[in-house]
């Protein structure tokens, strides 16, 4: 079966850096699409980027273009988020997430995911 766990998140001031990482196991880890999810409190879950394992081409939502990274490493078997300049409006619980499906984009739905790791970011 497929398991994804995050880690890195924490308390952080505006302006802060944090970098998330995502372990997987249990699915193929060549072509695949992974992706990072934003759920701030109280309301949705919303996909903010994503990256194609076979070339490394990569996708990101307006709101975090220029700010956050996502990377991966093909032989830590491990998913990456570099997130720079963090605001308020970026804490919430950010989840790992693999696609199986053709189309890789940010926005794409997702088929398998993590348990979720909090970002607090305070004013």
């Known amino acids: 079966q497929v398991i994804l766990v995050e880690s890195g998140g924490g308390s952080v001031q505006a302006g802060g850096s944090l970098r998330l990482s995502c372990t997987g196991s249990?699915?193929?880890?060549?072509?695949?699409?992974m992706g990072w999810f934003h759920r701030p409190p109280g309301k949705g879950r919303d996909g903010i980027a994503s990256?194609?394992?076979?070339?490394?081409?990569?996708s990101y939502r307006d709101t975090v273009k220029g700010r956050f990274t996502v990377s991966h490493d093909s032989a830590k078997n491990t998913l990456y988020l570099e997130m720079n300049n963090l605001k308020p409006e970026d804490s919430g619980i950010y989840y790992c997430?693999?696609?199986?499906?053709?189309?890789?984009?940010?926005?794409?739905?997702?088929?398998?995911w993590g348990q979720g790791t909090q970002v607090t970011v305070s004013t």
């Open positions: 997430a693999l696609r199986e499906r053709p189309g890789c984009k940010y926005n794409a739905a997702f088929s398998f």
């Open positions: 249990g699915y193929r880890q060549n072509h695949n699409c």
């Open positions: 990256v194609y394992t076979g070339d490394g081409s990569t």
